[in-house]
Every structure is written in structure tokens, then in C-alpha cells.
């Protein structure tokens, strides 16, 4: 769906909803009612923006975010040359790892680009390999994180 038909597809509840829940998520035992209250609407019509955003892949994703230097752990940004053939087999392969937060196509020669957190970076390596050989591709960047550049992103709609 384009950025145009998404943003047509919402309207001005859905867009404050929207803004609400980037970065403020409520933490307390009714969520959707403080949201509501916050847009002028029934913690019931709340939920079912969310559902229907979520459905139209306007919402990709809800959950918290954390520092995993902070807890412990390390994380790495990695970047594989993936024949266009073993695409599909190298996704999927990397996605059953706890770690991988995300992965993505580029349109580069390392074209696959995923990143991973873990408590060791021995385990990164590891899991790694474990990939390589899993799917034949053994062309893996582990570019871990040496400093952390981290902006606030917020996109009011």
C-alpha cells in the first residue's frame, strides 16, 4: 500500500490514535481507555482503529523497545549476499531465531539485511554459521554495534 493510500484510507481518529501510540503507550491496566480518552472516543472504537490499522498494514507492529546494551545483551547489524533464488529459504531461516529483530531487502550486492541481539556475541557468531550452513550462504557481514546513535522517531500523522 502507498504512503497516498494509506494516509487517505485513515481518518482524524485513526490519525490521533496514531500520534498517541508511537511513543506513549500507556502502561496500566486499561490502555485502550487512556488512549480513548486522550482522542474523545470509547476505549471499544479505540480497539477496533487499532485492529483495522493493523489489518491494512498501516500498523506493522506493536511491542516495547529496549536498549539491549542496558540489559546485557549485544547487537549486531548484518548484511548477507543472497542469491535471488535462496531468498525466501534465507529469510525464513533467519526469522526463527529469537534475536532477529527485523530483515529487509536492498537493492545492493549484500542485498538481505537483518539485525540481531543476543546476550553474547559469541552467540551472534554462532547463529551465524548456523545460517550459513542451514542455507549455502556463507557471504554474512556481522557489523556489531560499536557506538549507538539513537534518535527518537515520531511521525505525526
Excluded at 486499561?30 to 490499522?53: G, H, K
Excluded at 538481505?112 to 551472534?124: G, K, L, Q
Excluded at 554462532?126 to 549455502?136: C, D, F, Q, Y
Aim: with cysteine; glycine share 4%; hydrophobic share 40%.
Amino acid at each position: 500500500m502507498s504512503k497516498k493510500a494509506a494516509s487517505q484510507e485513515m481518518d482524524h481518529l485513526d490519525r490521533a490514535i496514531l500520534n498517541c501510540i508511537q511513543s506513549n503507550f500507556p502502561i496500566t491496566e486499561r490502555p485502550y481507555q487512556e488512549i480513548a480518552q486522550q482522542v474523545s472516543a470509547d476505549e471499544e472504537t479505540v480497539i477496533e482503529r487499532v485492529a483495522a490499522l493493523k489489518e491494512k498494514g498501516i500498523i506493522r507492529r506493536m511491542g516495547g523497545n529496549f536498549s539491549p546494551e542496558k540489559l546485557g545483551f549485544v547487537s549486531t547489524l548484518c548484511a548477507a549476499r543472497v542469491p535471488e533464488e535462496k531468498i525466501a529459504l534465507f529469510a525464513k531461516t533467519v526469522n526463527r531465531f529469537q534475536g532477529v529483530t527485523h530483515n529487509y531487502l536492498r537493492k545492493n550486492d549484500y542485498n538481505v539485511w537483518f539485525t540481531f541481539i543476543a546476550p553474547s556475541a559469541d552467540e551472534i557468531a554462532s547463529n551465524l554459521k548456523t545460517i550459513a550452513r542451514e542455507t549455502g550462504v556463507d557471504d554474512i557481514l556481522n557489523l556489531p554495534a560499536t557506538r549507538v546513535f539513537k534518535i527518537r522517531a515520531l511521525f505525526h500523522v
